[in-house]
Nanobody, 126 residues
Framework: QVQLVESGGGLVQAGGSLRLSCAAS????????MAWFRQAPGKEREFVGG????????NYADSVKGRFTISRDNAKNTVYLQMNSLRLEDTAVYYC???????????????????WGQGTQVTVSS
């Protein structure tokens, strides 16, 4: 059983930056593909970005490509999401998730992720 704890959310002005962290415990972190999802009020949870267990492959939602960067440090059991040039529409609760099944590129499918954190709120103001 893997436990995931997100941190780093907060209130930021449009155009600003935040870095989210997700610390994992209770499992072998390097055995999981990791991803970030987000959910805005009244909307479905959506894929933001993912990274394979080796860290060699990443992919992103089109809405964040070029602005967000996902990375991981397997020695620290942590995955990060660097968010730059934040927009009002990035406001959401951000969740990290872990997938036991190895993939060539990280899955964008919410249902394939086995473990989830509790989420961290990101609010972008004008």
């Amino acid at each position: 059983q893997v436990q995931l704890v997100e941190s780093g959310g907060g209130l930021v002005q449009a155009g600003g930056s935040l870095r989210l962290s997700c610390a994992a415990s209770g499992g072998t972190f390097s055995s999981y593909d990791m991803a970030w999802f987000r959910q805005a009020p009244g909307k479905e949870r959506e894929f933001v970005g993912g990274i394979t267990r080796s860290g060699l492959m990443t992919n992103y939602a089109d809405s964040v490509k070029g602005r967000f960067t996902i990375s991981r440090d397997n020695a620290k059991n942590t995955v990060y999401l660097q968010m730059n040039s934040l927009r009002l529409e990035d406001t959401a609760v951000y969740y990290c998730a872990a997938n036991r099944v190895a993939t060539v590129t990280p899955s964008r499918s919410l249902g394939l992720y086995d473990y989830w954190g509790q989420g961290t709120q990101v609010t972008v103001s004008s």
